[in-house]
């Protein structure tokens, strides 16, 4: 007889050869479960690179500039002499989970953060710790995000440091001494928010906006008083039900596009990474994320364009006002977030300079808009895109795939690109030298099944979606099926002709930000552990250097007494790496460990990293332990829903947390119901899942484990580095 999972691989493998050319086979890929989001004058970044040598150049904000083009004016690095590019100094961060902070420099101090919210300033030129803030986030907060512990990175203003932690605080920071200033608890503790994206600061308020739109939650942006930390206005991203708060939102214009009750679910909507600011105007744009739940059945009655969602939202910056937004997904239904990173630039577009704002969203549409209006002046794929055929000019609207829409079809959905994006947060950038922006890209593709009959859960993502349909952790034919098919590229690409010039390809998907510089040079870094700088014109690959580690984050550059440095945050996680279990294990170069450092690379320099000292350890053969099939395949769907978000897909890991084959807790039912129903290891983050999860449940999921365990000796899987 047939399991579930072996009738929706069958299932989806009929949708795969029979409803869609064979060609979309290549895309199946992130097939398993989700969880699981001005300038300053003297800091002025020139438009036209013209000096040779600056003594000093800092990295004041998130993105450089408020445009957020991530592209330095600094050459004295440059195509003829990146081979003599060595390690001037490393510094270890703590947390051992994914690194996707952007450093700041200013007047040669680093200001940096960790997984787990932790900041650091460092002397910038040598890597000494000038003070280090750890605000305490109980790690149990972790089973509150989707997306690990990460942390994008702080703002810097008027001798204050500004970063959101992952459990929702904005901290003030005194950037000399790194005393606390104050502290504002921005989200309702009491559901699922956290903070990882990076606030913003302008004209003396901070920006700061939060993530849970897989968990049931209500997405917003709110702006504080950086002197005080008062709250100065507040912008809901959906309308809300009769007894919620509102903001400053038009909220008229969003509530006659949603049907239902849908802010018993929050609705979605999560800002939780991209904002850009355009000074000329005022203007503060900000990316807004999926629905929650993604399944439109189950949040808006099916129908309904779902306002804010899949935004890109223009305001203004003093009062939160709205000005204009452009839906890019109208009613999504694949946790197709804008949230991407946004670049302000001024293109000359049919013989006129246009001021545009460039994004690359989940979606797979490369978007140019008009940033005054919001019109849009192009939208083409930048990847293999089979949710919609094209986006209508005249309308500003997709040409959708019906197939695609697995809430009205009642069946699997083979889709492209999956909810890991074409692109995700991972910093794209835009050289005023070549006009070319630079994206960190990916094809996926995901098998999407709606569940409608889902039940809203405190503890696990509420996705309206059954993502056991895309795991079958027996099937190494399509495990590697899926590995291949799941690729990563630096794509050059020109937003005047909406085309690739080149692409610099990689061994999978989830590689890191990007940087430009006047050198003539693109850095990044990739998942399997490198770092790269490529021929900004060409591709051409010019120098490399192992990380150790996946490299997620973005590189930055700066000078310090007239030597140029480029740093990067390395550390392999986030997402892609906690879930995606043999695909994530596979674009990370078999078996990844978190080494989490800041890497920091100038001429001439010849540090080493400390040789690695990991050795492989041998998994225990459980094999001797007899499990129940049924159990095995009620604790699969169990897992799937509650513990794959962090444990990875077949319970393997990602090279971040533990994989769970290895567990002594396995040999016995009275250990593991400590941990999973009593909560024994909640100061490691593990919470206890009692509020949801019976004896018998746990009883399941230990089943499934061993289960993995047994096959992993059954196919000689059985030595891993760390984990
Ligand atoms: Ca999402």
Redesign the pocket.
Known sequence: MLNIMQRNLIKLISILTIRIPIYVLGYICALLLIS??DREVDHAVPTTPAIEIIANSDWPVHGLDHGEQRFSPLRAINRDNVAKLGLAWFFDLPGGRGQEATPLVVDGVMYTTSAWSHVFALDAATGEELWHFDPQVAKATAAKG?CDAVNRGAAYSENKVFVGTLDGQLIALNAESGKLIWSTTTVDQTKQYTITGAPRVIDSKVFIGNGG??FGVRGYISAYDARTGELLWRFYTVPGGPNDPTGVEPHELSSKTWYGSWWKLGGGGTVWDSMAYDKDTNTLYFGV??GSPWNPNIRSAGKGDNLFLSSIVAVDATSGEYRWHYQTTPGEGW?Y?ATQHMVLADLEIDGQIRNVLLQAPKNGFFYVLDRHTGELISAEPYVRVTWASKIDIETGRPVVNPQAEYWKTGQVAAVAPA?TGGHNWHPMSYSTSTGLVYLPAQETAFPYLGDDKQTYSSIATNLGVDVSAASFPDNQIMIALAQQSTTGMLLAWDPIQQKEVWRAQHRGAWNGGVLATAGGLVFQGSAAGFFNAYDADTGAELWQVSAQTGIVAAPISFAVNGDQYISVSAGWGGIFALVSGPIGLNAAGGDPVNRSRILTFKLGAQRTLPAITEKQRTMPDLTSIEIDAASVQAGFRIYDRYCGACHGAGAIGGGVVADLRYSSALYSDTAWQKIVIDGALQANGMISFAAELSGDDAESIRHYVIGRNHYANKIGATKRLSH
């Open positions: 699981c989001s989707c739109a897989e994320g999926n946790d977030t909810w």
